[in-house]
C-alpha cells in the first residue's frame, strides 16, 4: 500500500486550515497592509517546491505557497466580512474602519 497521496491530502487539509485562523488574525491586528508579505512568502515557497527532490517537502512548499498566495484575496475579502459585522473589529484600529470608501453593507 502506498501512503503519498493520502499523506499529501492530509498536509494539504491542515495546511490550509492553518491559513484561516492567520489571515483573520492578520486583518485583526495589522489589516491589508501585510498582504505584500504573503506574496513574498508565496513565491518563495513556490519557487522553492521546483527545486526540492523530496516529493513530500516540495508538496507541502507548494501548498503553503498557494495558500498563502490565495490569502491575499482571503485578507482582503475578511476587511469587507469586518466591515459588514460579520467579524469583531480590533477597537485598536477603528479609524482605518471608519475613513474605508468601501463601506457597502
Known sequence: MY???ITIAVMTFLTIGIWHPIVIKTEYYW???PWILYLLIGIV??????FVENVY????LGVFGASSLWG???????????????????PKRRHEYENSSDTSR
Not at 517537502?57 to 507541502?60: A, G, M, P, T
Not at 491575499?72 to 469583531?88: A, C, D, N, T
Open 57 to 60: 517537502i516540495s508538496s507541502f
Open 72 to 90: 491575499i484575496g482571503e485578507l482582503f475579502s475578511q476587511r469587507k466580512r469586518v466591515l459588514k459585522g460579520w467579524f469583531p473589529m480590533n
Open 45 to 50: 515557497c513556490c519557487l522553492a517546491a521546483l
Open 3 to 5: 501512503f503519498t497521496g
Open 31 to 33: 489589516g491589508t497592509r
